[in-house]
């Protein structure tokens, strides 16, 4: 599925002990960079990215040779802007562009497939961790993502609490909810049910589960858009037909795009990975792990907050983003929010919301004058 | 900067820690900060004014005082600021308790309806006063309780909650307010700032 060549990986020699129990070591970590360190080494920003995501932010990714996933907000002049600050991201361990994953192979050479270890947010944020040595970053600038991607901002402030001066959660939670879990369950469900799924071991088979994990995408997408902006989008709109057809073609233009979104995720994403990193967002709950007190995530870091939701989010919704918040005040931190007035759903920190992408410029650019 | 914001910050010492409720485009938080060192938060319910704030590098939160104010601990703030909101509140003697449970000390200022000109409005033209402190109409103005300079310090009194310093402030001229000159200041002020603390 990778073209190896245009992928760059750090080895991470140290063991990393995992949440599930396990070690790990001597795994490659994916990442690409945007920008230039300077000479302070003082304005990097590391970006995680969401479920399916990667570390092919912006630019045109040159294994999809897809604009990257985070195009509208990342480069020269935009909003986290390349002229100004060095951008990192990698791709998540049990990720499948390029991390240590379940497509890679175990000593024996055998592919890991389901007996990869399962992994959580925790675990991801530690790896990534290795990219700061590597670079020989002391402090971050700034860090940021939204979704998945916030809630590893969120955890890597937590484990490393002077690492960041600037933390940016975006349209994401401290604690997966019974709805998102179920979401993800859904979708595993897709994949493991179909019969090419192998109980994992697809690829010794050479066979591909595509059609559940198109169904586990076309469900998930269904999720980050609003019903408002699905109906002015499509509404009963039929495709290229003039009537109905009686039948279970695609007659409507939603049903066609759904089946698109799918079609096009399978050729660029491992199943095994997809049942991979939902576990690990449905594992994710930093209360829990501060006894119930999410406040004490935070209690060691004087970093600067900056927490964004957006109206139509009801996968992450605003209440939720907000719980953040007030965990932070509760201990006089340093904490702004917005609500981004939007009707583009969870999708909307992707997308093109100029008071979105305005506002998060403003609040890096602004922080950064200060340092 | 308006001469309520210039006498609001007179009452500020440098360095301290400031909530600025209901901070509107962040005016007065950019001129605490950079005049005074002070480590400034704001709470603002409009998102317009919201992104206004954050262009101007201020930390705030979008939130509503009646229902967000509850997130600060007990006496999180040295002072809470709450310029010509208070009247505008559902419930004011909530968001006043809770004003004075965040903030160590409270700095409130109120459009003053015992001002002349209001009074003058009402009797002789007989409809609802419209000044340069209460601009709207009655019909779309976001004021549901107003009060006069005398209801505020009877009101204050009667709680129990203690007034370090009054001010009277018409145009360019403050003066304090006292027990004894209530009745002029509540006729030739329209602006009341008090410092109270509980």
Redesign the interface.
Known sequence: MNTEKNIKTLIVKKPLILDCGKTIKDFPIAYETYGSLNSNKDNAILVFHALTGDQFVTGINPITNKEGWWSYAVGPDKAIDTNKYFVICSNVIGGCMGSYGPSHKDPDQKIFGTNFPVITINDMVNAQYNLLDHFGIDKLFSITGGSMGGMQVLQFISNFPDKSKTVVPIATTSSHSAQNIAFNELGRQAITADSNWKDGNYASNDTNPGKGLAVARMAAHITYLSKKGLQEKFGRKLQEREDLKFGFDADFQIESYLRYQGSVFVDRFDANSYLYITRAMDYFDLAKQFNGNLSEAFINTNA?F?IISFTSDWLYPTQENKDI??AL????A????????SDKGHDSFLLDVP?FL??LK??LD??Y??N | MKNEFQVIADLIEKDKKVLDVGCADGTLMKFLKDNKNINI?GLEIS?EK??EC??????????NAEKDLK???DK?FDYVVLSQTLQAFLNPELVLDELLRVGKKAIVTIPNFGYWKVRFHLLFKGTMPITKTLPDEWYNTPNLHMCTIKDFFHFVKSKDIKIFKSLALNNLNSSIINESNLGVKNLFADLGIFLIEK
């Open positions: 600067k900056f918040v007030i005040n509760s201990i006089g340093d904490v702004g929010f917005v609500e981004i007035e008071d305005s506002a403003n609040f602004k922080s004058e200060e | 938060r998102k919201v992104q954050i262009a101007k590098g201020l930390t705030v939160i979008e939130g997130q600060f601990p999180s």
